[in-house]
């Protein structure tokens, strides 16, 4: 289980020649499920690219600490990243490899058994439905195709935990599908799925539960079906409008 406890995350920007701290996170505690796919919703700037990054060790707490099965970054980072799958939602990878060369380097990164990556590479490719291109050059690819390869490169050395941001951002159809299919069966398989997205429709259909931010704070959590009939709602857009009081206009 992942285990969020009183995290909070300060920045300073500069404005007017002064230096204004704000937080982008501010005093969240929350516990991740084992075995279950949980999103993280809100509008932009909600603090959600925030709290994926202190989830996947890339950022520090100002305070709070995040734990995997009780231990902490600060004395096992290794570990920890090692049984980690982070998308984040800007993801840049390498033009001018084929998407092959990109698996087999991302295999060396975590020193998987040489005798292994060959056949992880060929089911990660029957997961993803990559064969078509395997071998093609990344920069030659779709945006559709270039998310799946990103998303492959994450699952190479078979994780135990995905932090998934914006996977389907920006994606057609076919490409959304095959990927919210791929979560979908990564959950049948034990692994737990914490997903961001801005497309809350999507998040109804595929999400055990749901955490809702707004300005750094979570303001409800709980099963889609709970928060709607605690909302009074039909769907998880209008719980949100809802829960915030309505749009400012």
């Given at each position: 289980?992942?285990?969020?406890?009183?995290?909070?995350?300060?920045?300073?920007?500069?404005?007017?020649?002064?230096?204004?701290?704000?937080?982008?996170?501010?005093?969240?505690?929350?516990?991740?499920?084992?075995?279950?796919?949980?999103?993280?919703?809100?509008?932009?700037?909600?603090?959600?690219?925030?709290?994926?990054?202190?989830?996947?060790?890339?950022?520090?707490?100002?305070?709070?600490?995040?734990?995997?099965?009780?231990?902490?970054?600060?004395?096992?980072?290794?570990?920890?990243?090692?049984?980690?799958?982070?998308?984040?939602?800007?993801?840049?990878?390498?033009?001018?490899?084929?998407?092959?060369?990109?698996?087999?380097?991302?295999?060396?990164?975590?020193?998987?058994?040489?005798?292994?990556?060959?056949?992880?590479i060929k089911e990660?490719?029957?997961?993803?439905?990559?064969?078509?291109?395997?071998?093609?050059?990344?920069?030659?690819?779709?945006?559709?195709?270039?998310?799946?390869?990103?998303?492959?490169?994450?699952?190479?050395?078979?994780?135990?935990?995905?932090?998934?941001?914006?996977?389907?951002s920006g994606l057609?159809?076919?490409?959304?599908?095959?990927?919210?299919?791929?979560?979908?069966?990564?959950?049948?398989?034990?692994k737990t799925i914490?997903?961001?997205?801005?497309?809350?429709?999507?998040?109804?259909?595929?999400?055990?539960?749901?955490?809702?931010?707004?300005?750094?704070?979570?303001?409800?959590?709980?099963?889609?079906?709970?928060?709607?009939?605690?909302?009074?709602?039909?769907?998880?857009?209008?719980?949100?409008?809802?829960?915030?009081?309505?749009?400012?206009?």
């Amino acid at each position: 289980m992942i285990t969020v406890k009183n995290v909070s995350k300060k920045f300073i920007k500069k404005e007017k020649n002064k230096n204004i701290e704000f937080y982008a996170d501010k005093d969240i505690s929350y516990d991740f499920k084992d075995g279950s796919i949980t999103g993280v919703l809100g509008p932009n700037g909600a603090g959600k690219t925030t709290l994926l990054r202190m989830l996947s060790g890339i950022l520090n707490p100002t305070s709070g600490e995040v734990l995997f099965n009780n231990l902490n970054y600060k004395d096992n980072e290794i570990e920890i990243k090692k049984q980690i799958a982070y998308l984040s939602g800007n993801t840049k990878i390498y033009n001018n490899l084929s998407c092959y060369e990109l698996l087999k380097m991302c295999a060396d990164i975590y020193s998987m058994d040489k005798t292994k990556v060959e056949d992880r590479i060929k089911e990660v490719s029957d997961i993803l439905n990559l064969k078509d291109f395997l071998y093609n050059r990344i920069g030659n690819l779709s945006t559709g195709q270039m998310q799946r390869v990103s998303i492959a490169r994450c699952l190479i050395h078979d994780p135990k935990y995905y932090i998934l941001d914006e996977a389907t951002s920006g994606l057609d159809i076919i490409s959304s599908q095959i990927i919210l299919d791929f979560i979908k069966a990564e959950k049948k398989r034990g692994k737990t799925i914490i997903y961001s997205t801005h497309y809350m429709e999507e998040a109804e259909n595929i999400c055990d539960d749901v955490l809702l931010i707004n300005k750094g704070s979570i303001i409800k959590t709980g099963t889609p079906k709970a928060i709607l009939k605690d909302t009074n709602t039909d769907n998880l857009r209008d719980a949100f409008i809802s829960l915030i009081g309505g749009i400012n206009e």
